[in-house]
């Protein structure tokens, strides 16, 4: 965890330097003075400010003008005492919330913290800043100070006749800078001059930059969409989110240096470093343009993958299915632990207390404390005799579920691994809510779940890097299957049939439904066949035979509630596609007999 540390002085780059006509160099200030550790004097502090309109007033009362300076805004710390509460505050989305004080400058790349003065496995406190006459969340909680932000008050208008400066220099800007000095925050303490604050006018920037991560399959640096950029000096903060093509631009002026932060988090969903801590990066104190090309190596690496995906789902083109987004945020907690045969997991919920679980091969259902496990014959089976990949899952689930996540995302050392794996847990969440919820979801067939939750993300997975295959001019032969080939390389075994029969979940009978591609075809020569190859001697014939093709994504979901078998699939595909047709009837018999003798 980080603590606060000292003496590390922060770069603030970009220095001005400005030469000014009539001032001496003692009166040209040029950056924030800010040490990493250091608790800094807030310049939108009510009595700074204060302390800088008396001092303004002092020096030319006849051109300044008679405001009274009132708060605009309050600077609270909140405690929640449990998750509930923590929940509660998070449920405004209304408010930015920070999980450390605002008054202190941090090191860059930081990612965490808990105050030290709260015990390890307490949740830490929560800060926040409140315009004046808003209504705190029912939680405890202190008024630290009140601030005023001049860019939020009247503007006012400054017009200095005496020295003949042109009059559109507003009041507020020179009361900001006059705070900073006061505040200790600028090179010099000296009393800053009307040319000064025209220059600085000037050079007033908007904060902005792109955002980009690494991507292993285009082997280039991919934009990621909808992260959401803060920009702040002390308690003034402003935020915006990245587009489509990374860009962000803050709809606010700044003069000064100011520190960047990226938060992994829109209104509609919020993705957690672990169980419960809000996953962010504290980037650089500097002015203007800041972008920053995510590398493999870096801890942000997995968030900004997730987020891709996750903005796919909720925000991007979604072929028209069910989004994954329900009456509060979709929560995502990325773990950073690699789970032997298991890369996410989905968790719907009746309750508290009442969930399904599905992960891997198993189901696991929670009623009270008894805890039982549903394979895709229906029967419950103790959870003490359950596969041991689910089994090792078990205590980052109960952990979990105190902060009751929808989906939990393991390592991954691929990010186009990890975008499919997101893409298939949230297509787990789609068919939740289109089933109508946990009751519904419960008794729906585990092989059909896990086969219409594949298949979404392989229609989102394939449709992605299809464009980006483009967009870096990528080539490869294997794009008709990308990158899900190992799921139309089905089944996975070829021991004997009791062993193909407990590694059937995940089948390609919606991607075959949906795909020009047929897996027969193919042998062990083809290179999306690389992986398990397969040759007439060890059952190629076993592979379905699919020649059908051109199913949406949509229509599958239309009809998954009336699915309960592969059987009933079989009619719907025979009466939507085949018809009266008698080849076409025998195409889909044949296509279903491989599924069906391994459904029984």
């Known amino acids: 965890m980080i603590a606060l540390l000292s003496l590390t002085l922060v770069d603030c780059s970009d220095d001005e330097n400005l030469q000014l006509q009539n001032t001496t160099t003692d009166e040209v200030s040029a950056d924030v003075v800010c040490l990493v550790g250091e608790k800094i004097n807030d310049p939108y502090r009510i009595d700074n400010i204060r302390k800088a309109y008396r001092r303004l007033y002092a020096v030319d009362s006849a051109s300044t003008p008679k405001i009274s300076i009132q708060p605009t805004h309050k600077y609270l710390r909140f405690l929640p005492k449990n998750a509930e509460e923590l929940e509660l505050l998070r449920s405004d989305t209304a408010i930015e919330w920070f999980p450390y004080p605002l008054d202190y400058v941090y090191p860059e790349d930081m990612s965490e913290y808990h105050d030290p003065e709260l015990p390890p496995d307490a949740i830490t406190y929560q800060y926040c800043v409140l315009p004046i006459g808003y209504a705190e969340p029912n939680v405890a909680h202190a008024l630290l100070y009140e601030c005023y932000f001049p860019d939020e008050a009247d503007e006012v208008v400054y017009n200095d006749k005496k020295n003949n400066i042109q009059n559109n220099t507003t009041f507020n800007s020179k009361l900001e800078i006059e705070a900073f000095k006061i505040a200790g925050l600028l090179n010099n303490s000296s009393q800053i001059t009307q040319r000064d604050i025209v220059i600085r006018r000037a050079s007033r920037y908007k904060p902005c930059g792109t955002i980009k991560v690494w991507d292993d399959a285009v082997s280039d640096y991919v934009p990621v969409p909808k992260a959401k950029i803060r920009v702040s000096t002390a308690t003034r903060t402003k935020k915006a989110y990245t587009d489509a093509n990374g860009y962000y631009e803050i709809d606010a002026h700044f003069s000064l240096t100011a520190n960047h932060t990226i938060w992994w988090e829109t209104n509609d969903w919020d993705i957690r470093d672990g169980a419960i801590a809000q996953a962010f990066h504290n980037g650089p104190h500097c002015k203007g343009e800041w972008s920053w090309n995510i590398p493999r190596t870096s801890k942000q690496y997995p968030f900004a993958t997730i987020t891709r995906a996750t903005y796919r789902h909720i925000y991007g083109s979604n072929f028209e299915i069910q989004r994954p987004i329900y009456t509060r945020k979709t929560k995502i907690a990325y773990i950073d632990k690699e789970v032997d045969g298991v890369s996410g997991c989905f968790i719907g919920y009746a309750s508290k207390k009442e969930y399904i679980a599905v992960a891997g091969a198993g189901t696991i259902v929670l009623s009270g404390t008894a805890?039982?496990?549903?394979?895709?014959?229906?029967?419950?089976?103790?959870?003490?005799?359950?596969?041991?990949?689910?089994?090792?899952?078990?205590?980052?689930?109960?952990?979990?579920?105190?902060?009751?996540?929808?989906?939990?995302?393991?390592?991954?050392?691929?990010?186009?691994?990890?975008?499919?794996?997101?893409?298939?847990?949230?297509?787990?969440?789609?068919?939740?809510?289109?089933?109508?919820?946990?009751?519904?979801?419960?008794?729906?067939?585990?092989?059909?779940?896990?086969?219409?939750?594949?298949?979404?993300?392989?229609?989102?997975?394939?449709?992605?890097?299809?464009?980006?295959?483009?967009?870096?001019?990528?080539?490869?032969?294997?794009?008709?299957?990308?990158?899900?080939?190992?799921?139309?390389?089905?089944?996975?075994?070829?021991?004997?049939?009791?062993?193909?029969?407990?590694?059937?979940?995940?089948?390609?009978?919606?991607?075959?439904?949906?795909?020009?591609?047929?897996?027969?075809?193919?042998?062990?020569?083809?290179?999306?066949?690389?992986?398990?190859?397969?040759?007439?001697?060890n059952n190629i014939y076993e592979l379905p035979n699919d020649q059908i093709s051109g199913f949406t994504i949509k229509q599958i979901q239309d009809n998954i509630s009336s699915f309960k078998s592969y059987s009933d699939v079989r009619n719907y595909v025979k009466k939507a596609w085949a018809g009266s047709n008698k080849s076409k009837q025998n195409i889909v018999n044949e296509l279903f007999t491989i599924y069906e003798k391994y459904d029984k």
Not at 387 to 402: D, F, G, Y
Not at 505 to 513: A, K, Q, V
């Open 371 to 537: 805890m039982s496990v549903v394979g895709s014959t229906g029967i419950l089976t103790p959870a003490t005799t359950i596969m041991p990949a689910i089994s090792s899952l078990m205590p980052i689930i109960q952990t979990a579920l105190t902060q009751s996540p929808d989906v939990l995302i393991f390592k991954n050392e691929y990010s186009y691994k990890m975008y499919h794996t997101v893409c298939h847990e949230l297509g787990h969440y789609c068919e939740f809510l289109y089933l109508g919820g946990f009751r519904a979801y419960k008794m729906f067939n585990a092989r059909l779940r896990e086969s219409y939750a594949d298949a979404i993300a392989w229609v989102f997975t394939k449709d992605e890097y299809t464009k980006l295959f483009g967009d870096y001019k990528k080539k490869t032969d294997r794009l008709s299957v990308f990158p899900n080939a190992n799921s139309q390389n089905w089944p996975y075994s070829n021991k004997n049939l009791t062993d193909i029969k407990s590694n059937t979940e995940y089948s390609p009978i919606f991607i075959d439904l949906i795909d020009d591609v047929n897996q027969r075809k193919y042998t062990n020569s083809d290179d999306w066949f690389s992986m398990i190859p397969r040759t007439s001697t």
